[in-house]
């Protein structure tokens, strides 16, 4: 702490919140006050507050007034660490998306709607000016996205009656979390930023995986809001299952990490222990998509985490072989039936070949955003033997979005994947083989990616809770820095060693 902040405490605290050091008074002064446009921006704020809040509490909606009177004190807040903005969503929004409720409105307005993409704008409004220079560089991946939700956009109101709600809907499904992509890499998260996604991974793992437990065995625990599954399958907090074991297993290769980064026992341990729990939570999803992803990931953790992977194997197999025979028995019997049965098979194979023959009828311009559902039924017909089912959802994420927005969008909705992917070969040599941020680390983030994908071949993601698709952005946002880290490190060698 220097002197002039023991001096005037405003001083540091005020550079602290702009992201950049305060100039040095001379001997005997005050530091420099605010420039001009810090106030007139400051002027500004207040005024938008007290607009905003009127309007909306004038309107009834309270909790849009209280988010907004919340943001300008907590964005300068969270201007000090602006990573907080990114570990409070993920730390806070599993337990409020889904159930309309004024609090739950309050958050999702809060932390979601508004936090998200006010924290974009105002760091690149300070790197702009100058104030917080950003590793964030626009791309053809970024353009890709652009027109991604562009062409959302456009398709919402060309095609829809009711556009308000849909581009709401839009907004919170599609637009936030690409925000999150960019957010994260704009704020270029450095080792110890990323360790205290820990602190988040610990919390998640534990109260989904207890709270999925416990509507099997305990519903009674629990709030009647979190039972919606309750005897069917374990969903946490969430509500489905594949957000809930993508969730688990995001977080848990962040424990996995952490375990094997840290000189603890005690807690490795506990971490261990979590990751065990994990498992079996995701084991009562009774979800065939969430048992094949997290199989794929398990298979990729084994050359790179031996022990860990033995460990979780070992406790699979006698724990069930253990409690198959007496308290789970139901439960794997269960299993067995969720495996061998075709019912739902045929729903879903016949409602995946009315989204292929919709695309086929318009392949580029799509039915309209979230107006699968208005017409596919006349597309249904029987498949392979099957009898025909009518009704029900589709469950893939993939061709919702070619039936809904085209084929153009869902080629571009790609396009940062294999950017991130030939980028990631590209600086594979030069990714760092010790500490956090090794090249394992890398890895089992992609085998998260991999879980996602697959998980949202069993489920429409994208019309779910933005929970999910939030985290598929947040995993290859932070896929972008580790890359692009070891990808500018040459660089700066370089540009060092010419300043020598």
């Known amino acids: 702490m220097t002197a002039e902040m023991l001096a005037r405490p405003s001083a540091g605290w005020r550079g602290a919140l702009l992201g950049r050091q305060e100039p040095r008074a001379l001997p005997g002064r005050w530091a420099p006050g605010p420039t001009p446009v810090e106030r007139l921006g400051v002027a500004a704020a207040v005024i938008a507050v007290c607009v905003g809040v009127g309007y909306a509490t004038a309107s009834g909606e309270w909790y849009v007034g209280l988010a907004v009177a919340a943001a300008i004190p907590a964005t300068a807040l969270l201007l000090a660490y602006p990573w907080t903005a990114v570990l409070l969503w993920a730390l806070v929004m599993p337990y409020f998306f889904g159930r309309a409720s004024a609090t739950n409105l309050a958050f999702v307005w809060s932390v979601h709607r508004l936090l998200i993409p006010m924290m974009l704008m105002v760091l690149a409004v300070y790197h702009r000016l100058g104030l917080r220079r950003s590793p964030f560089h626009l791309g053809k991946m970024d353009a890709a996205l652009g027109a991604f939700i562009a062409i959302g956009v456009m398709n919402v109101l060309v095609t829809q009656d009711d556009a308000v709600h849909r581009l709401s809907f839009l907004h919170d499904q599609v637009v936030v979390p690409i925000c999150l992509f960019w957010l994260v890499r704009a704020l270029g998260p450095r080792e110890q930023d990323l360790k205290r996604l820990v602190f988040v991974a610990f919390v998640t793992v534990a109260v989904q995986s207890v709270v999925g437990l416990l509507s099997w065995f305990a519903p009674n625990a629990l709030p009647g809001e979190w039972l919606s599954r309750a005897g069917e399958r374990g969903v946490g907090t969430i509500g489905s299952p594949a957000p809930f074991t993508a969730t688990i297993v995001l977080f848990g290769i962040f424990l996995v990490q952490f375990a094997n980064s840290t000189r603890s026992a005690r807690v490795r341990l506990f971490a261990t222990a979590l990751l065990a729990i994990g498992l079996a939570a995701i084991f009562l999803s009774f979800s065939r998509g969430s048992w094949v992803g997290a199989s794929l990931v398990f298979v990729g953790l084994i050359p790179l985490y031996p022990r860990i992977a033995i460990i979780l194997a070992t406790f699979a197999v006698v724990g069930g072989l253990t409690l198959g025979a007496g308290p789970l028995a139901n439960e794997i019997a269960f299993a067995q039936h969720r495996l061998s049965d075709s019912g739902t098979v045929a729903g ?25 559902e208005q017409f596919d039924e006349q597309f249904k017909r029987n498949v392979g033997g099957f009898a025909l089912q009518l009704g029900g959802s589709l469950h893939n994420s993939y061709l919702g979005i070619a039936a809904e927005l085209g084929l153009p969008a869902l080629l571009i909705y790609f396009v940062p994947v294999a950017a991130l992917a030939a980028a990631t070969v590209r600086s594979w040599p030069r990714i760092p083989r010790v500490g956090f941020l090794d090249h394992r680390l890398l890895i089992l983030l992609w085998l998260a990616v991999l879980d996602q994908f697959v998980v949202s071949n069993f489920m429409d993601m994208l019309h779910s809770y933005p929970w999910g698709t939030g985290l598929w952005w947040i995993t290859l946002g932070i896929i972008a820095v580790i890359v692009q880290s070891a990808a500018a490190a040459p660089a700066a060698e370089q540009a060092g060693t010419r300043s020598r």
Do not use: C, H, S
Request: proline share 4%.
């Open 348 to 372: 879903r194979l016949v409602t995946d070949d009315a989204a292929v023959a919709m695309i086929q009828a318009k392949p580029f311009a799509g039915w309209g955003f979230e107006q699968f």
